[in-house]
């Protein structure tokens, strides 16, 4: 590795005491969510609002070159409903700015225990203060069952809040320990949440906890603005409503790490799985989808 590469993804001293210890590495192993210590300045959080209000106001510095079939995106026709809009890293420089910070990548690596970690998707989101509307419900899923084209395991999410996050605010809640579960089989796994009816999810989170014995849970993360909420692609995780008197804003981050590839996934019927970056990243010498691709999935630390 050359010291460009090497400087780029090196940590201050200061850094490196706000990464996970070894007994919390271990307590993510076996409950399959951290809160991290403050990783983002104020001022760093202040500026993903500000140009988060700019993307909003029609500010991108590119475009997808094409709208891939299962893509999330809010535009002002559609209303005051739960926004969400993938790719920001993408579009926006300003996020990405600062979503890249290595030590971001460094936490994450920790956890999942990884020589490398690369940015998989990110979704800008933005939960009004309308408890009755039912976007503002996030129902119970992992991560896991929309990657299914994922080689690896070991991918994990980063939710960033833009302020102090609690429950009035309906933050992310976990389901503790599901990240181990067993699943019941015969599930179509692939479909996403929006798709599907909340109770059937809830149906299906009682049918997977009975399954493996175990007991649902929910653990709320309380984030102070600045810390970060990281879970396991396997966790069963959700969000209630807003109660607040102001928006809920965040970035949920999407991480996989170095050894990720892309795999042939088919659905119970025979169809094979696509993902959204399938129609986008470049090809591999064997014409598969390369999840390495710069362009969509940088590299946000290497050890």
């Given at each position: 590795?050359?010291?460009?590469?090497?400087d780029?993804?090196?940590?201050?001293?200061?850094?490196?005491?706000?990464?996970?210890?070894?007994?919390?590495v271990?307590?993510?192993?076996?409950?399959?969510?951290y809160?991290?210590?403050?990783?983002?300045?104020?001022?760093?959080?202040?500026?993903?609002?500000?140009?988060?209000?700019?993307?909003?106001?029609?500010?991108?510095?590119?475009?997808?070159?094409?709208?891939?079939?299962?893509?999330?995106?809010w535009?002002?026709e559609?209303?005051?409903v739960?926004?969400?809009?993938?790719?920001?890293h993408?579009?926006?420089?300003?996020?990405?700015?600062?979503?890249?910070?290595p030590l971001?990548?460094?936490?994450?690596a920790?956890?999942?225990?990884?020589d490398e970690?690369r940015v998989?998707?990110?979704t800008?989101?933005?939960?009004?203060?309308?408890p009755?509307?039912?976007?503002?419900?996030?129902?119970?899923?992992?991560?896991?069952?929309?990657?299914?084209?994922?080689?690896s395991?070991?991918?994990?999410?980063?939710?960033?809040p833009?302020?102090?996050c609690?429950?009035?605010?309906?933050?992310i809640?976990?389901v503790d320990?599901s990240?181990?579960?067993?699943?019941?089989?015969?599930?179509?796994?692939?479909?996403?949440?929006?798709q599907?009816?909340?109770?059937?999810?809830e149906?299906l989170?009682?049918a997977?906890?009975?399954?493996?014995?175990?007991?649902?849970?929910?653990?709320?993360?309380?984030i102070?603005?600045g810390?970060?909420?990281?879970h396991?692609?396997r966790?069963?995780?959700?969000?209630?409503?807003?109660?607040a008197d102001?928006?809920?804003?965040?970035?949920?981050l999407?991480?996989?790490?170095g050894?990720?590839?892309?795999?042939?996934?088919?659905?119970?019927?025979?169809?094979?799985?696509?993902?959204?970056?399938?129609?986008?990243?470049?090809?591999?010498?064997?014409?598969l989808?390369?999840?390495?691709?710069?362009?969509?999935?940088?590299?946000?630390?290497?050890?």
């Amino acid at each position: 590795m050359t010291a460009e590469l090497t400087d780029q993804f090196a940590l201050t001293e200061a850094e490196r005491a706000l990464l996970p210890t070894d007994d919390e590495v271990a307590q993510y192993a076996a409950h399959g969510w951290y809160l991290s210590r403050k990783l983002f300045t104020d001022s760093e959080i202040d500026a993903l609002v500000e140009a988060t209000e700019r993307f909003y106001a029609g500010h991108t510095d590119r475009r997808l070159p094409l709208r891939p079939p299962n893509l999330a995106y809010w535009t002002p026709e559609k209303g005051d409903v739960q926004r969400h809009n993938d790719y920001i890293h993408y579009e926006s420089d300003e996020v990405a700015a600062i979503l890249r910070k290595p030590l971001l990548g460094a936490v994450a690596a920790r956890l999942a225990q990884a020589d490398e970690i690369r940015v998989w998707q990110s979704t800008l989101i933005f939960k009004p203060p309308r408890p009755e509307e039912a976007s503002n419900q996030v129902p119970w899923h992992m991560d896991r069952h929309y990657w299914q084209t994922c080689a690896s395991e070991r991918m994990l999410t980063a939710f960033i809040p833009f302020h102090d996050c609690d429950e009035r605010m309906g933050t992310i809640t976990m389901v503790d320990g599901s990240h181990a579960w067993t699943e019941v089989p015969g599930d179509d796994s692939t479909r996403h949440f929006a798709q599907r009816d909340r109770a059937e999810l809830e149906e299906l989170l009682a049918a997977n906890a009975a399954h493996n014995g175990a007991e649902v849970r929910k653990v709320p993360m309380i984030i102070p603005k600045g810390h970060v909420s990281f879970h396991h692609c396997r966790t069963y995780h959700g969000s209630g409503a807003n109660l607040a008197d102001v928006p809920r804003r965040a970035v949920s981050l999407h991480l996989q790490d170095g050894d990720n590839r892309f795999r042939p996934f088919l659905k119970p019927d025979g169809t094979p799985v696509f993902y959204n970056h399938d129609v986008l990243v470049r090809r591999t010498e064997d014409g598969l989808p390369d999840y390495a691709d710069q362009n969509y999935c940088p590299t946000l630390w290497r050890k």
